[in-house]
């Protein structure tokens, strides 16, 4: 029998000769050169870096706001590297050492990178200088969504990507704002303009305690070896937006904000220049207790003289966004324009709505129809032009969410969306919606435009109708009435809604909530200011002001039912199409609010409450309850005089429940 292996029985037309252990070795039977693959053309790189450089090339993340823009700027590409750095290091400025820390762009991480970039810049420092003085922070600048997914996932602890391609990640300790840790600077001018005293949500500070906390987080971010800075805008309409800059520690900071703001074509961020306002986020960093004014170790501070706001103590990035409206709530209206916490979408004949109203209240439901166009789903401006969005995104509660019941938000969380302290299963990655191990408050930050039926830009014409929405559990007011303009004004001024309390408490009543024009907790002004600015606009544009009622019909909660939204559907559709401006109205007593006789689609019984309760006598009662309800909290706004005379502040007093 032949041997295939062996040294004496060797093949020699496969050169075979005997290997390790006696297995057969096999060689070529003649020497070539080494052999490559004639099919394509060898890469051009020498090394692994190179060929590794050669996947990426230069770009910058883009959403476009306006068409036609200019075309770049003429200035070179290192010249405008220098000032975008410049005015980094600006903002960066500490007040008492040097006026700003050396900075470099590019990823510490990657040598290679950051070697390449050789511009940095640096004021010259003061007479007494620090060790932050000597050494570099590399800025991270308007990265893309990809790239903060890979900073995140790399070194923020508690970051990972779900099932559907979001990423999940954690706030720290707090999971929701710290309204009573909020504080604004309260010098000779914000002394006279903004809202102070009993239900104002202005905490009061001086300049000098603000300066301290600045001071503490600008030398936190400068410590870093990075850091995050976002350039971007606030209102879509491009004649009164706000350039904002966002300063931050973590790479989930700046996907958030990069969601929740306008995102800046290439040709907006080279003509930037200075920020309107700045943010700087040092929340890993807790503010000194012993500081004049601290109350815990979270401080969330606005200073509207200097243009800037400091995060101490809170990683909820939530807080970013609501302090940027408050801001807005005071730079627009010193332009006549009037800010507003509420959705807003628009028909295809370009009929737009404003819908009012406070959580649980049917909001973001009823605002994302269909069969209209989103124009926003929170914050608003209402100018000369019409209304613009403030926002360049959404931030969706996720807690029971569902694909039937929110096809809309279920669909747009996807790759790009920051998904805050959800619980995900740890090796599908799929999340599940209903789990509260973390926080109740579970949320989703996109894009805008990851919503199918979004009106890009997010502009529109005036307001054809204003609805404020009210979850009344007391069953009381009716499911739609139209409303006078001091009618408007009064409920707007109100901001009502009822809370169903939890059975742990022993409470098993309705609670009223009201939130100055639905929204108090970011409002700077006067409640009234909002409103007569409000009624200005409605009478100037012929706008129609409704109250819906999304809550309870045929007695309290416990007794009655909720208001099938079916039908409350049927009522914002009769409002949207006109139809209900024809309709026969009646007047209810104690709230003279006029109801409508008939719509299509919804029981004529339900829509005088009356009719829905059977004991009459407890109906009554309840009435006349929620109307004292109403007058004790208008209490605190009776004083103050609204418009030029008395005469329209009389005229909202009488707007209000008579009995």
Not at 225 to 237: A, H, S, T, Y
Not at 425 to 448: G, L, W
Not at 499 to 522: H, M, N, R, Y
Request: glycine fraction near 8%; include cysteine.
């Amino acid at each position: 029998m032949a041997s295939y292996g062996g040294a004496e029985n060797g093949d020699a037309r496969f050169g075979t000769k005997t290997g390790r252990n006696g297995l057969a070795k096999i060689e070529t039977g003649h020497k070539t050169e080494v052999c490559h693959d004639d099919s394509t053309t060898p890469v051009k790189a020498q090394t692994i870096d190179e060929l590794h450089s050669l996947q990426k090339k230069k770009s910058a993340p883009t959403t476009p706001i306006t068409p036609g823009l200019a075309a770049f700027a003429t200035v070179s590409e290192e010249d405008r590297q220098k000032l975008q750095l410049q005015s980094i290091s600006a903002s960066l400025a500490s007040l008492t050492r040097e006026t700003g820390p050396k900075v470099v762009k590019g990823d510490p991480a990657r040598k290679s990178e950051t070697a390449k970039v050789t511009d940095h810049y640096h004021y010259a420092p003061a007479i007494n200088s620090s060790d932050s003085a000597l050494k570099f922070t590399h800025v991270l600048y308007n990265l893309s969504p990809a790239e903060l997914y890979e900073q995140a996932i790399k070194y923020e602890k508690g970051s990972f990507i779900t099932s559907t391609g979001a990423l999940a990640t954690l706030s720290g300790a707090k999971t929701g704002r710290s309204p009573r840790d909020k504080r604004v600077v309260r010098d000779e001018t914000t002394e006279d303009e903004l809202w102070w005293g009993k239900g104002s949500p202005n905490i009061e500070m001086d300049e000098h305690t603000f300066l301290v906390n600045r001071e503490r987080a600008v030398d936190y971010l400068n410590s870093l070896e990075k850091i995050f800075v976002n350039d971007q805008f606030l209102n879509w309409d491009p004649e009164h937006r706000i350039k904002v800059r966002i300063v931050s520690a973590r790479a989930y900071h700046s996907l958030f904000m990069h969601n929740m703001c306008i995102r800046p074509t290439p040709e907006e961020l080279e003509d930037f220049g200075t920020p309107d306002f700045t943010i700087y986020n040092a929340g890993q960093f807790p503010c000194n207790r012993y500081t004049h004014y601290m109350t815990s170790s979270t401080s969330i501070d606005i200073n509207l003289a200097r243009r800037e706001m400091v995060i101490l103590g809170t990683q909820y990035a939530g807080e970013m966004k609501k302090g940027l409206f408050s801001v807005m709530h005071y730079l627009m209206p010193k332009r006549q324009i009037l800010s507003l916490h509420s959705g807003c979408n628009m028909g295809k004949a370009g009929d737009v709505a404003l819908f009012f109203g406070l959580s649980g209240t049917g909001k973001t439901t009823l605002s994302t129809d269909h069969n209209r166009y989103l124009i926003g789903d929170d914050e608003h401006c209402w100018s000369e032009n019409g209304v613009a969005n403030i926002e360049g995104g959404c931030y969706a509660k996720c807690i029971d969410l569902s694909k039937e019941k929110e096809p809309d938000i279920w669909n747009a969380i996807k790759f790009g969306t920051v998904l805050e302290n959800v619980v995900f299963d740890e090796h599908t990655r799929e999340v599940d919606y209903t789990e509260k191990s973390v926080t109740e408050n579970t949320r989703a930050a996109y894009p805008i435009e990851y919503i199918p039926n979004a009106k890009i830009p997010c502009v529109g014409p005036h307001p054809r109708n204003v609805i404020l929405l009210a979850c009344d559990a007391f069953g009381v007011l009716p499911p739609v009435s139209k409303l006078s303009l001091a009618q408007t004004m009064y409920h707007f001024i109100s901001g009502y809604t009822a809370l169903v309390a939890g059975t742990e408490d022993g409470i098993k009543e309705p609670q009223a909530t009201f939130s100055a024009c639905f929204g108090a907790a970011f409002i700077m002004l006067h409640p009234t200011k909002y409103a007569a600015m409000l009624a200005e606009k409605m009478q100037k544009h012929g706008a129609t002001g409704w109250l819906v009622n999304t809550g309870w019909s045929g007695g309290s909660y416990g007794s009655g039912q909720r208001i099938k939204l079916a039908y409350t559907r049927k009522i914002i559709d009769a409002i949207h199409s006109g139809s209900l401006l024809e309709a026969n109205y009646v007047k209810t007593e104690v709230f003279g609010l006029e109801i409508p006789t008939a719509i299509e689609g919804v029981p004529s019984e339900m829509l005088e409450p009356s009719n829905t309760w059977s004991d009459k006598k407890a109906y009554k009662e309840t009435l006349l309850k929620l109307g004292s309800l109403f007058r004790r909290n208008f209490e605190v706004f009776m004083n103050h005089k609204i418009g030029k005379d008395d005469k329209l502040t009389e005229e909202i007093l009488a707007a209000g429940p008579i009995f």
